[in-house]
């Protein structure tokens, strides 16, 4: 008996054992698995915060390159044109960097399309960036006041460019304007914004105003109409009033009778 309970002790005790070195060995994965993923998340970190770095030539030879950049600038836009058309047609002539052009306002737009026009969009005026001065200079001298297209079906047949080069014009000259009317625009909308409260704020003080008069002119009105009928109303007779007429033709009555 006593060998048989040591015996079953050391099963016992072997399956204790083995339950251990299997936690053991369940946590070591996961303590693995959370050291993997603490690895992935610093790593990721880091990616995140590397910067890139441009070094002096690189910024010197990029600031050399917009010096040499020329700048033409488009006074009218004809109908049916974007800047990818702008883009397209000019860069025959030479590399083009950089196009921006002016859409037109819209409640011209609005005005057009009232009227029965195109509702499509269009601009006003533009301007385009060459990647040389000289063939910026060049391509204005040669295209200004020139047919766009000499093809009868083209849908730009009979218009007409109207280019000008601009003389010690910089890109960040262009972004410095657009930003400042940007800002003016922004300044004006917000002014235009306080000044309708203001008079929305006015307007609904003038209507309480007016309730409240025409209230009190409503209880006044009431007060004379409440005044008026008291004054009209009769006393209630409550004994026979005696003017002499009665009387008289009582005695009559009984003179008659004797």
Same mark, same amino acid.
């Given at each position: 008996m006593a060998s048989d309970f040591?015996? %079953? +002790?050391?099963v016992v005790g072997g399956e204790d054992e083995t339950e251990r070195s299997s936690d053991i060995t369940v946590n070591d994965v996961t303590n693995n698995e959370t050291? !993997?993923?603490?690895e992935e998340n610093i790593t990721t970190s880091e990616k995140k915060r590397k910067v890139f770095k441009l070094s002096l030539d690189k910024t010197e030879d990029f600031n050399e390159k917009l010096r040499k950049r020329g700048v033409v600038y488009l006074s009218r836009?004809?109908?049916?044109?974007?800047? *990818? +058309?702008? +883009?397209?047609?000019?860069?025959?002539?030479?590399?083009? *960097?950089? @196009?921006?052009?002016?859409?037109? !306002?819209?409640?011209?737009?609005?005005?057009?399309?009232?009227?029965?026009?195109?509702?499509?969009?269009r601009y006003v005026e533009g301007w385009v960036e060459f990647e040389r001065k000289r063939i910026a200079k060049r391509v204005a001298a040669s295209l200004n006041n020139t047919a766009i297209s000499n093809h009868k079906r083209n849908v730009?047949?009979?218009?007409?460019w109207n280019l000008k080069y601009l003389h010690k014009f910089a890109w960040s000259h262009l972004t410095e304007k657009v930003a400042? %009317?940007?800002?003016?625009?922004?300044?004006?909308?917000? @002014? %235009?914004?306080m000044?309708?409260?203001?008079?929305?704020? %006015?307007?609904?003080?003038?209507?309480? *105003?007016?309730? +409240?008069?025409d209230k009190i002119e409503e209880r006044r009105k009431k007060r004379k109409a409440s005044s008026i009928s008291v004054s009209r109303?009769?006393?209630?007779?409550?004994?026979?009033? !005696?003017?002499?007429t009665t009387t008289a033709t009582k005695n009559e009555i009984l003179k008659s009778l004797v």
């Open positions: 040591e015996f %079953e +002790k050391e050291d !993997d993923s603490d836009i004809p109908p049916r044109m974007n800047p *990818t +058309k702008v +883009k397209q047609l000019l860069s025959e002539f030479g590399v083009i *960097t950089r @196009v921006f052009l002016v859409e037109e !306002d819209q409640s011209v737009r609005k005005r057009r399309r009232k009227n029965g026009g195109s509702g499509a969009k730009h047949y009979g218009e007409l400042y %009317e940007r800002r003016v625009r922004e300044q004006k909308l917000r @002014v %235009e914004l000044h309708a409260r203001k008079e929305n704020a %006015e307007y609904v003080q003038l209507v309480e *105003t007016g309730k +409240k008069l109303k009769q006393p209630r007779q409550i004994e026979a009033i !005696d003017d002499g």
